[in-house]
């Protein structure tokens, strides 16, 4: 599966930003996805996954209660809603995917970055 991140932008603290992730092929519905980030000089870090039929979620602590991850199966897309967005937030923020039956993320989209102004 070939992903495509978008959404991602320049704003203030406080603000909301909602990132989507296009996927191409036919099987979308057969991945758990989620999203990563990393901030310069940091390595890169979960921020949420969600599985193949958007049922059950996974949220880093960090952005918890603020993050909201969630799919489209019919539109192949999956989307972050980031709501109460912190300087510390800003990061280039990557889409993945995990096929059913692994446990690694093999594939990746090219990232949005994401600037938190305070």
């Known amino acids: 599966v070939q992903l495509q991140a978008s959404g991602g932008g320049l704003v203030q603290a406080g603000d909301s930003l909602r990132l989507s992730c296009a996927a191409s092929?036919?099987?979308?519905?057969?991945?758990?996805m989620g999203w990563f980030r990393q901030a310069p000089g940091k390595g890169r870090e979960f921020v949420a996954s969600?599985?193949?039929?958007?049922?059950?979620?996974n949220y880093a602590d960090s952005v918890k209660g603020r993050f909201t991850i969630s799919r489209d199966n019919a539109k192949k897309t999956v989307y972050l809603q980031m709501n109460s967005l912190m300087p510390e937030d800003a990061a280039v923020y990557y889409c993945?995917?995990?096929?059913?039956?692994?446990?690694?993320?093999?594939?990746w989209g090219q990232g949005t970055q994401v600037t938190v102004s305070s």
């Open positions: 993945a995917a995990r096929m059913i039956g692994t446990s690694v993320w093999g594939s």
């Open positions: 969600i599985n193949r039929s958007g049922a059950s979620t």
């Open positions: 092929g036919r099987t979308f519905s057969s991945y758990d």
